[in-house]
């Protein structure tokens, strides 16, 4: 069965500091999808970043970048110069031929000021 | 006007009551969610639909009906409420692209409360 995993219940980290987030993942499956996810205090969730499992380069988006390891089934998320409004809770999602999303249990990250 | 809408946004009901939390979208997707968020469990697939005559279990069902009521239109029903059904509902999208499950858009969420 595909699981997600996040080990990291809760962060904090001072405003303009970079701060990973991590993820692990199982599938048997080759091709696939992997997402973040944030849900703010308003509770909407926002897609962050998407990665395609065939692809070798990690997906940007401005500060948000992903370290996607195939072979360790790794999906770390790092936020560069963070800012307050990065305070959040974030998912970590497969999406595979199962036509499902997968979900991680969530790390809530505090951005202090 | 956002693009997944969900009614309504904060509800409180009693036990045993029957209660309809609806979904409407606009972006023109296939594929149509409904998930159960509680604190510390990330989010529960509780039902999906790949088109309006395609409606399928997800992980947690028992208690929950849908309704596809048209491409752009996703009702879930809880027949008889129990306190355990306490949490936040979202509805999500997709589009059809592939064989693979793509980025999933969210409604705002409604926050269910049973007493």
């Known amino acids: 069965a595909q699981t997600v995993t996040q080990s990291q219940p809760e962060m904090s980290v001072q405003e303009a500091e970079t701060v990973t987030l991590s993820c692990t993942y199982d599938?048997?499956?080759?091709?696939?999808?992997l997402f973040w996810y944030k849900q703010p205090p308003s509770r909407q969730m926002i897609l962050v970043i998407r990665?395609?499992?065939?692809k070798q380069q990690n997906a940007t988006e401005n500060r948000f970048s992903v370290n996607f390891q195939k072979a360790a089934k790794s999906f770390s998320l790092k936020i560069s110069d963070s800012q307050l409004g990065d305070t959040a809770m974030y998912f970590c999602a497969l999406g595979d031929s199962n036509y499902q999303l997968i979900w991680g249990a969530g790390t809530k990250l505090i951005i202090k000021p | 006007d956002a693009d997944v809408t969900q009614t309504p946004r904060n509800r409180i009901t009693k036990t045993g009551k029957r209660i309809m939390l609806e979904c409407s979208q606009t972006k023109g997707h296939d594929r149509m969610y409904w998930y159960r968020q509680d604190p510390g469990l990330g989010l529960r697939l509780i039902y999906y639909s790949f088109d309006v005559k395609d409606i399928n279990k997800g992980e947690i069902s028992d208690g929950y009906s849908v309704s596809r009521q048209a491409q752009a239109k996703f009702s879930l029903s809880l027949e008889s409420a129990i306190p355990n059904q306490t949490a936040l509902y979202f509805c999500?999208?997709?589009?059809?692209?592939?064989?693979?499950?793509?980025?999933?858009?969210f409604g705002p969420g409604t926050r269910l409360t049973v007493l």
């Open positions: 999500a999208t997709s589009d059809l692209l592939g064989a693979r499950t793509d980025t999933q858009y």
């Open positions: 599938t048997s499956e080759s091709n696939y999808y």
């Open positions: 990665q395609e499992a065939y």
